[in-house]
């Protein structure tokens, strides 16, 4: 890679606000301050001169495009937008501008990213009404995910909330480690309590005061069961309102506007799985061999260049996703996992946590105290993955492996029956309220490697379920009701 082309983030924005209504902003206007705050924290105002996109990934706001509006408010011209949907790695927007910047076909691009759920809460707590600007016209590029997040039966039976595919991949994690059902997740609460206290200290995180990890595992009014093992306070909080933007240019530009080598970060190494698979159909639910493919391209990396990589923030919408991406890195204390206090209590902004962590690890990599950081990210029900590492140092320049041809190559998808009745093994199962009834839904497979989505409200079973381990147990089942 030509040195002029080696993409260089130069500057980082964020906001956060917990006020009343009246003081709160939407989201649009959250995305307009972080990137003016990005847009001070570059020092030189010519930059506004060489920025030739804005990327931004859609949040529970319903413009249109969002980065038109922003650039003319900042005085930027002749920009080209695109909004990305959910069910595209967040990762990607900031991996398309740096292609993009590497190939010569752009100066400098700005990923921007928001959410003001807190806003639309304090609504109706306070009984006003919200309204969004409105915003009609298309951005140049829309991205949507090629297949859909999850088949209808998971939809059937699981909702489109991600919390109950989560929990099932948790049990199957859960199954395969070395710890007893109850210390498995009283190692979770504890890490979670770590996290609430980073996340308590953190100037941007959403907590003031931290949690003990018996307020995270047992659960009250405050700390309801979402679906077993998650409580509340495991799950990703997005009542925020909350926004980030980074921008990145060229080296070049870099130099052109004199920006100081300590503001100079660079993406060394940045890898991707998209290979989609529903968690039903996954050979092994709380396994993906992509996500060991583009973990063991950045390891890779690291291996080369001699880099041993203290500061992370891995992706943790739910517990199970830190425990995949910590297994991967061979992170052994998860208590260290987190810069920014995790999603559960930092906050979690629909769609946009990355860059708001991203902007959280390039302000800890400032401070000097450490070279290198690692942030991962999700999409859908720990359906896709993405790794990204940081450094002062500009090594080899910007590296990029998408893991998702090759993964699909040796990971494919198990078949769901057709059949309704019959006998096999249990592989993950959760419990969550269904129709006002706790109930229990089970991935079982048999004999033939097929799947099926079983559910039980018998209260025994139930009550047994989320007392000890039901994974590889043999069960029977018609019209895929539990019978035995």
Known sequence: MKKENRPVLIGIGSIQQKDSFKKLDEALILMDKAVKNALNDVGNKKIKNYIDVIQTPKGFWRYRDPGKWIATNNQ????????SKIGVLQQSLINSVCKKISNGEIRCGIIVGGEARYKLLKSIIEKKEFEETLLINNPDYYIKAKEDLQ??????????????????????FRAQSIRKFDEHHKKIAETYEKFSEIASKNMSGWIDEPFKWNEIIENSDKNPVLAFPYNKRHCTSWNVNQAAALIICSENIADELNIESDKRTYLIGSSENNHMISTIQRPNLSESKGLLMASKFILDICKKHNLNVKLFDLYSCFPVAVQLFAKALGIKDLKNATVTGGMSFAGGPLNSYVLNSTVKLIEELRKGKYKEGIVTG??????????ALWSQNPYDGFCFYDATNEASKVEKPIKISEKTS???????????????????IMVVEDNNNERYLVKTSDVNIVNSMTSKEWVNRKVTFKENILTS
Do not use: C, P
């Open 151 to 172: 088949t209808s039966i998971e939809e059937k039976e699981l909702g489109s909330m991600a919390v109950g595919y989560y929990s099932i991949i948790e049990s199957s």
């Open 422 to 440: 019959g006998e096999g093994k249990i592989i993950g199962y959760t419990v969550l309220k269904k129709d006002n009834e706790d109930t229990a």
């Open 378 to 387: 999700v999409s859908g029900m720990m359906t896709k993955q993405s790794f």
């Open 76 to 83: 930027i011209s002749n920009i080209q937008t695109t909004v």
